[in-house]
């Protein structure tokens, strides 16, 4: 009988998942005790109980301690004989995470196995998408021997999931080794963009499109398939997959999935940035399948390989317990480093990451007088010639790396203090302005604000005070009432934004830092020797940074508020921009008409609510020749861009001058549902 504890490694339910799958596989009874001992709520959760119960449908086993809570199991597998089955998991419970437990029991199967899972997640978090099940990891099985497929009923989403899915597998005659000992060249990066229900909202073309652009920006040709699915009118939700095929047959993929206040053009992102990540080393699996594949090479006659980016929790705690139960034997190589005197590490940590070699998610070495950087590969000859050009003295060895410790995450902060429905409703997203942590709690979490509070002070340790939204922004100032929820009881702060430091005292003057890559865009717009008025200036997140950026560029920054001016006075000197800034405090008709007419190369208006009714007053502010306006406007649906050109476009024709192009017009940050704001770039004459 294999005895395992629960509590060793991860201490996470994959032990549990892996070693009822290993047990029933080899028909081998199993003692598990400690289950999931390493995670706030111990014992058996409703996913967990239903893995269990249907790996001991798939090998007929008799279970003792299969209950809710449970931190004790017994199981005893019989003859895997194969057939039709049935799965229920009645929660968001991951069904890719159940899939995967009873993969291993079905490739030993008599005959074909079809297991058919309702009411449980497709694609939700801390699991692999159902598609990256589909399009990386059941594909790289096939090497092994495996014929098996998946087929999605309904896609299932957080916190309801109503997911449904059924998984063939056509055990082979004998399980083959794998072997993947080079990333060869890359033949193509596809993927998959699914929304459920979101279609009006363009979701999965919105996720596609920011990761295609980003991928493009790397060298990268994408094919992403969209997919508006209408299977599941229990919950709304999406996701993308994506994934690169190599000539050596190697598959890395990388996925991610939508949450509720996050825009979808960043969801795509992050995928396409974890793909990258993988490309960027070479592999020939990528971090999550690594650990996926370990029960197959493990079980498979003779030896495996692979090459993989780093080492996981979940890889290192696969391996223990393949190891353990299996008497298999597994041999991790070490990593590349460069070994330097503590004295030149601030220097040579600089320029591995300039040079794109250094592997950030592994924890620096060092000792009484050198420090150990890690590498994501060896360095290459011209990079070897710049090391020892700008290194005194270094070293290339290798040595194993820790990874470093990831920050949990609010949900994973609550999930244990709030009831799951509510979960399902904090915020995904917040506000970090220097020290200050602005959250929107929605109605039903306000009697949980200080829980939520003292969450994010724990979650984000730079943070000491966290306020909550009490409505919307409002005024002719811009401001909103804020309520302390937990930390120092302060509105002030210092916030650090590309190279340049604002003071600000949020409660009264309008900041947001969501707008921090457009302040940066349009900085670098700015040609040499322009005269730029920014008319809503703030304090100072435009007119500042392009000062800074641009030596010969001279910024008329006006605002209304006063409080906000002294701000941005403050601001101007802090980064010595004196000499370049000009603050105005003054109503931007009233300043234009008495102090600016015709002076400006480009305008920038960010007042999305009210910019249409200072139109004129920016086209009076532009040189007689003309110039660039950069206008800010709310699109609430079934508005659209097209829309708002059109209608800036009559605004300028009512003061006697013209739209000749859009230079740019796209939507900046999504920010309430179905209402984004966006920028257009327009040169006028």
Not at 182 to 203: A, I, P, Q, W
Not at 317 to 342: C, G, H, P
Request: proline share 4%; hydrophobic share 40%.
């Amino acid at each position: 009988m294999f005895e395992i504890d629960g509590s060793q490694k991860s201490g996470s339910g994959t032990i549990l998942r892996l070693a009822v799958a290993l047990a029933a596989a080899t028909n081998e009874p199993l003692h598990i005790f400690n289950i999931r001992q390493n995670r706030p709520q111990r014992g058996l959760k409703p996913q967990h109980l239903e893995a269990v119960l249907t790996t001991a449908k798939l090998c007929n086993a008799e279970v003792k301690g299969a209950t809710l809570g449970s931190k004790e199991l017994w199981f005893k597998p019989q003859e895997v004989k194969g057939g039709n089955f049935e799965a229920q998991i009645g929660t968001a419970g991951s069904i890719p995470m159940l899939l995967m437990a009873s993969l291993p029991i079905c490739v030993f199967a008599k005959h074909t196995v079809h297991l058919h899972v309702t009411k449980g997640g497709t694609d939700v978090s801390h699991s692999p998408t159902i598609n990256y099940m589909r399009n990386v990891f059941l594909p790289t099985l096939k090497q092994m021997g495996i014929e098996a497929s998946i087929t999605v009923h309904k896609y299932g989403y957080y916190p309801k999931g109503m997911g449904e899915a059924t998984m063939t597998v056509k055990p082979p005659e004998a399980l083959q080794p794998i072997r993947l000992n080079n990333f060869g060249t890359l033949l193509s990066v596809k993927g998959v963009s699914v929304c459920t229900f979101l279609e009006d909202r363009k979701v999965a073309e919105r996720q596609a499109k920011t990761a295609t652009e980003y991928l493009s920006e790397k060298g990268y040709a994408t094919d992403i398939q969209i997919v508006n699915d209408r299977s599941n009118p229990f919950q709304k939700g999406s996701s993308i997959t994506l994934w690169a095929e190599t000539d050596t047959d190697a598959r890395v993929g990388a996925d991610n999935i939508g949450e509720l206040k996050k825009m979808s053009e960043e969801v795509g992102r992050e995928a396409a940035e974890k793909l990258h990540a993988e490309l960027s080393v070479k592999p020939t699996v990528d971090v999550h399948l690594a650990d996926m594949l370990i029960p197959y090479m493990a079980l498979a006659e003779g030896t495996s390989s692979l090459l993989t980016r780093k080492v996981s929790k979940h890889l290192e705690t696969n391996i223990w317990l393949a190891e353990n139960m299996l008497n298999a034997r597994f041999n991790i190589q070490q990593v590349n480093n460069i070994k330097v005197k503590k004295i030149h590490g601030e220097k040579t940590i600089a320029l591995a990451n300039k040079l794109g070699i250094s592997n950030r998610e592994l924890k620096i070495q060092q000792n009484m007088n050198h420090i150990c950087i890690p590498l994501v590969r060896q360095p290459e000859k011209n990079e070897l010639a710049k090391l020892k050009t700008q290194l005194p003295d270094f070293e290339l060895t290798t040595k194993v790396f820790t990874t470093k410790k990831q920050r949990k995450t609010l949900h994973q902060v609550l999930e244990d203090q709030l009831p799951p429905d509510l979960l399902a409703s904090l915020p995904r997203a917040l506000d970090i302005i220097g020290d200050i942590a602005v959250i929107d709690i929605p109605r039903e979490l306000k009697a949980y604000g200080s829980l939520i509070g003292e969450a994010v002070l724990k979650t984000h340790k730079n943070v000491r005070t966290v306020l909550a939204k009490v409505g919307a922004v409002a005024g002719t100032y811009r401001l909103r009432e804020l309520e302390l929820l937990a930390g120092e009881n302060t509105t002030t702060t210092m916030h650090k934004e590309y190279g340049c430091q604002y003071h600000v005292d949020i409660a009264k003057a309008y900041f947001s830092p969501r707008l921090s890559q457009e302040h940066n865009r349009v900085a670098s717009l700015v040609q040499k020797s322009e005269t730029v008025i920014d008319l809503f200036a703030g304090v100072g997140p435009f007119s500042v940074l392009i000062a800074k950026k641009n030596a010969d560029a001279k910024v008329y920054a006006v605002d209304i508020n006063p409080e906000a001016v002294e701000f941005l006075k403050r601001n101007i000197r802090l980064n010595r921009v004196e000499n370049r800034v000009i603050p105005i405090q003054e109503n931007a008709n009233q300043v234009v008409e008495e102090q600016l007419l015709g002076v400006a190369d480009r305008v920038i208006m960010n007042l999305p609510e009210k910019a249409i009714e200072f139109v004129n007053a920016a086209c009076k502010a532009l040189k007689p020749t003309g110039g660039t306006v950069h206008y800010y406007a709310f699109i609430r649906l079934p508005d659209s861009l097209e829309g708002a050109q059109q209608r800036f476009s009559e605004a300028v024709e009512k003061t006697g001058r013209k739209v000749t192009a859009f230079l740019s017009a796209k939507t900046v940050r999504e920010t309430a549902p179905y209402e984004w704001q966006a920028v257009l770039d327009a040169h006028v004459i």
